[in-house]
């Protein structure tokens, strides 16, 4: 499951007006059957609407009491993607729009959550070869592209951009620093508007 969130900055004066402009998109990414489901042969107990919206979970069937009717959920999502959308296709609908959004003076998150074997990383970071390349690296190249296009619209030969990045990884309720040989653990401080930082992150 993809979530992505876009707020506005903080103003000079350092206040935030986060609470307008704010918007949250939630999407869901079905994966493929995996060689041992195949080889089980289990069947998939959800279906996607024609809108490409709503997920369908069929409740299976139990062993114990055959006579109990299997019961369809919906969940609605922005949008949901089926195993075979490609991850080119994953950027231009999830990560494009939140780089527009960055440049355009807006805070934007991208946040992959599901269990173990859902997807996650190879969602966001991908597979061995360029066309299986996740959301990060396809995020850092749309940022320059869309920096260097911004500049020549502009006419600007001469501007300068400072570009900071970090990697951290929050597991079990601990941060660590990707970036960082040393495995130490960060600390979490709240800023005077309530938003959370991890201090002494490498960029």
């Known amino acids: 499951m993809l979530g992505t969130e876009k707020s506005r900055g903080a103003s000079p004066s350092g206040d935030s007006d986060a609470a307008e402009g704010e918007h949250v998109n939630v999407y869901a990414r079905v994966r493929p059957e995996t060689p041992c489901e195949r080889a089980l042969g289990s069947e998939s107990v959800i279906e996607l609407t024609l809108d490409d919206t709503t997920l369908l979970y069929n409740a299976p069937q139990q062993q114990s009491d055959r006579a109990r009717k299997a019961t369809k959920t919906a969940f609605k999502y922005t949008r949901v993607f089926n195993e075979l959308i490609s991850q080119k296709d994953i950027y231009t609908s999830v990560g494009e729009p939140a780089v527009v959004s960055v440049l355009d003076g807006y ?41 260097a296009a911004r500049g020549a619209n502009m006419g600007c030969n001469h501007s300068r951009v400072y570009v900071r990045c970090s990697f951290l990884e929050v597991y079990r309720d601990r941060v660590r620093d990707l970036l960082n040989p040393q495995p130490t653990q960060l600390r979490l401080r709240e800023s005077g508007g309530g938003a959370a930082a991890a201090a002494a992150a490498a960029a």
């Open 107 to 147: 805070n934007a998150a991208l946040i992959a959550y599901g269990q173990t074997g859902s997807g996650k990383s190879f969602t966001m970071l991908g597979g061995d070869c360029s066309a299986q390349r996740g959301l990060i690296p396809r995020v850092c190249d749309g940022l320059f592209e869309e920096l």
